[in-house]
Structure formats: C-alpha cells, structure tokens
C-alpha cells in the first residue's frame, strides 16, 4: 500500500516537472517569435537579414564582439573585443540580402540572427546568455581579420530550463535547400521563418556522450504533449515539427548514425525521416528517455 503511494506520487511529481517545463518551452517559443517580430517592425528586415547599409544607421550594432578566445558568456566576465559600428556590422551581416521578410538559411544571416536581435535589445542577455564567433560577412573575409573569427557555429540562444538546450532562428527561400534533419520538411518550411531547438556537448570530447542524455531538447512524451497543447498533436504536420535526435543524430556530419536503423525508428516518432509521406502519417512514442527524443521546429507567423 505504502509503496503504492511512493510511486503514485512520484509519477504526479514528475507530471507536475513535465507541465512547468512544457510552459517554460511554450514561453521561450513566444518569447523569440515576438523579438523577431519586433525586429523586423523596427528595422524592416527579419534578424540576420539586416544589411550592412541598414546596420550602420544604428548605434546599437556596435561593443561586444565574441572572438575564439571567448563564448562571450556574461558568466566569463568582460568582452575581449570591443567594436565601433562599422566593424561590428562588417562582422555581423551578409554582403548581400536576398528577403527582407525570411532568414536566407544559405547564407550567414541563420549564423547571425540571434546576435543582431540581443544587439537590438530584444533578447535579455543576461537570462540568455549566447555563444559563438565572432562572423566576417559572405565575401568580405579579409586576411587582416581572420586571426579574430572564431570557428565555432554562429551565436545560439542557450534554452532557460536546460543548459545545454540552444535556440535558434531558421528560414527558408523557395529556391534554397534546407539542411539535415529538415529536408523531408521542406515543403512545410519553404517561405516561413522558424525556430529550431537542439542540444551542444559542453566540450569537444564529449561528441558521443552528446547522442545520449543530452542527445535531445526533449522527451518523446514530451514533445507528444508539448505539440497537442500548442498545434496538432503530430510531428509531422502543423506548426510545431517533431526532429528525430539522440540515437538518430550522427556523432560527426560525416559518420553513419549511432543507432541501427529499428533504433532509429525508436527515436522521437513510428516512421523513419526517410520520405515526406513517411513524415506525414508519423505518431509521437511515448518514451521518456533522451537518447530516443526529439528536438523541435516551430514555425513563427510570417511577418506583415
């Protein structure tokens, strides 16, 4: 009977953790949408689609630049490199703008497009602190600067309830391809801007110990639960897209998955992301281990 009740109320415990962080992620996702949205309200361009003629009006766009000698974390202390508008902007932007409305995912502006809504003052920099380098825009690498570009990729978001959850802002032109793991979800994606949730391994050893635990930004039972209060329910239709993570995730870009594929198939949804068709009539599991969870797209409301 006694034990009955440990676990009764183990299981209303862990329900209760799972509704605080489903709301915590539903907050996040709104939160980023609306600076992106007052983003582009104040400048006319979405995040990372500001130009260097547009990024040189504003004195905003200028100070603290990240540089391989720093993650520019506001836990590490002061900035190493402090910049003038000028250079910032050369740092920061495209040497070109495709859309003024949709983040061009080919280009540096998916790099960029965090860092210019915290410069703008739309993100708080001290509940979400950033990392990565310090970008020179497409075609405008000069050999004077290089030894200040740092190689890490582009500047994150870091998710407020796990540490090693990142956020970041994504979009898709008719023409452009979308990379790995959101190719079957093009034709949802194309003329939408979206945010994508993953995790990072808190060094550069840790890359298998990442396709574990930490392999994914949530649950399958989570983001089951996550996508049915905001969208539909299914992860692969509506606004809220379910992303294969954990023993679906390769350990390095060129390396075969961690997992076989009827562990693949485990991971995050029934079907493996191998066809559009598979993606469309695809079920959430309902696993709560990470190494067989999900990382999520949310496709933002496309700017007036």
């Known amino acids: 009977m006694i034990l009955s009740l440990l676990v009764g109320s183990l299981l209303v415990g862990r329900q209760i953790v799972d509704r605080a962080k489903i709301q915590r992620i539903i907050f996040e996702?709104?939160?980023?949408?609306?600076?992106f949205h007052q983003f582009y309200d104040t400048y006319r361009y979405v995040p990372g689609a500001l130009p260097y003629k547009e990024c040189i009006k504003h004195a905003e766009f200028s100070g603290c630049a990240c540089t391989n000698k720093t993650n520019c974390h506001v836990t590490q202390g002061a900035c190493d490199l402090q910049e003038d508008v000028a250079t910032w902007c050369?740092?920061?932007?495209?040497?070109?703008?495709?859309?003024?409305?949709?983040?061009?995912?080919?280009q540096r502006s998916k790099h960029n497009s965090m860092i210019q809504a915290k410069k703008a003052g739309l993100i708080s920099q001290e509940a979400y602190p950033f990392n990565g380098g310090n970008w020179l825009g497409d075609g405008q690498q000069k050999a004077s600067?290089?030894?200040?570009?740092?190689?890490?990729?582009?500047?994150?978001?870091?998710?407020?309830?796990n540490p090693t959850g990142r956020l970041n802002f994504r979009g898709c032109l008719p023409r452009e391809d979308v990379e790995a793991p959101y190719q079957f979800y093009k034709d949802k994606l194309v003329n939408h801007n979206y945010l994508i949730t993953y995790?990072?391994?808190?060094?550069?050893?840790?890359?298998?110990?990442?396709q574990d635990k930490r392999a994914s930004f949530v649950s399958a039972k989570m983001a089951s639960e996550l996508d049915a209060k905001i969208d539909d329910g299914r992860p692969g239709t509506g606004r809220?897209?379910?992303i294969k993570a954990g023993l679906s995730v390769p350990p390095m870009a060129d390396k075969p998955h961690q997992g076989t594929t009827d562990e693949q198939k485990q991971v995050c949804f029934d079907q493996l992301d191998t066809s559009v068709e598979d993606i469309n009539?695809?079920?959430y599991h309902s696993s709560t281990d990470l190494k067989y969870g999900c990382n999520i797209t949310y496709i933002m409301e496309d700017v007036k």
């Open 29 to 35: 996702f709104d939160y980023y949408e609306k600076a």
């Open 90 to 106: 050369l740092h920061h932007v495209n040497s070109r703008t495709i859309s003024a409305k949709i983040v061009n995912n080919t």
């Open 145 to 161: 600067l290089m030894t200040t570009v740092s190689s890490t990729d582009g500047h994150a978001a870091v998710s407020s309830w």
């Open 199 to 210: 995790v990072t391994a808190k060094n550069s050893s840790d890359r298998v110990a990442r």
């Open 240 to 242: 809220v897209l379910g």
């Open 281 to 283: 009539k695809a079920i």
